[in-house]
């Protein structure tokens, strides 16, 4: 069966520092894999997407997350967080193109000033 | 830009009492989902529909009925509302394709039952 795990539930950071947020998977092939933010009192956004290609995938905002098919990781990382930033940022994996998503238990970020 | 919109933002219900929650989308996409938000749940799917008459379970189906009479429209049912059904409910529509999915989200649907 297919999984997401996100191990952080919740990480703090101070402003201008880097940021990793990390999302293990559960899959015998290669899935897709996404990113989603849900600022407060909004729905989720899409950050980024990887299904096939070079592993570092550039998303929206300066985020990037890097595929690992040996590590079976998709971590999420931006090199310079802003307050901005402060959100619930939510893993996700389908295991084609037609599938619906399952989504990780989400890693609320708290950005200090 | 792509278009979720639920209805309403925030309800209170009573346990026993019937309650709707809308959703409509303006992309055309073809499927739309409902899903629950609980902290330490993240997100579980309840319902999706692949076009309109569609329905499908998904993850957590008891308690809910799905309805989707036209593309646009997916509306989320529940009959006799519970306590435990008390949550915050999201709406996403995508689109099937080549590449992975990416879904739409609406602003979520706030939902209480005394």
């Known amino acids: 069966a297919q999984s997401v795990t996100q191990p952080d539930a919740r990480v703090t950071v101070s402003e201008g520092a880097s940021l990793q947020l990390r999302c293990k998977y559960s899959?015998?092939?290669?899935?897709?894999l996404f990113w989603y933010v849900q600022y407060p009192r909004q729905g989720l956004q899409l950050l980024l997407k990887?299904?096939?290609?070079?592993?570092v995938v550039q998303g929206v905002n300066s985020f990037e997350a890097e595929f690992s098919k040996s590590n079976s990781s998709f971590h999420l990382q931006k090199a310079s967080v802003h307050w901005s930033d402060s959100a619930v940022y939510f893993c996700?994996?389908?295991?084609?193109?037609?599938?619906?998503?399952?989504f990780g238990d989400g890693t609320q970020l708290v950005v200090k000033p | 830009e792509a278009a979720v919109t639920q209805s309403p933002r925030n309800k209170v219900a009573v346990t026993g009492g019937k309650v709707t929650l809308s959703c409509n989308q303006t992309?055309?996409?073809?499927?739309m989902y409902w899903y629950r938000q609980d902290t330490g749940h993240g997100l579980r799917l309840i319902h999706y529909?692949?076009?309109?008459?569609?329905?499908e379970k998904g993850d957590i189906p008891d308690g809910y009925k799905a309805s989707r009479p036209s593309q646009e429209n997916f509306s989320l049912i529940l009959e006799l509302a519970t306590p435990s059904q008390t949550s915050v409910y999201f709406c996403?529509?995508?689109?099937?394709?080549?590449?992975?999915?990416?879904?739409?989200f609406g602003s979520g649907t706030r939902l209480t039952v005394l």
């Open positions: 990887y299904y096939s290609g070079d592993p």
């Open positions: 992309n055309n996409h073809n499927n």
């Open positions: 529909s692949y076009g309109a008459g569609s329905t």
């Open positions: 996403a529509s995508g689109e099937q394709g080549a590449s992975a999915e990416t879904l739409y």
């Open positions: 899959y015998s092939a290669t899935p897709y």
């Open positions: 996700a994996l389908s295991m084609n193109s037609n599938n619906r998503i399952f």
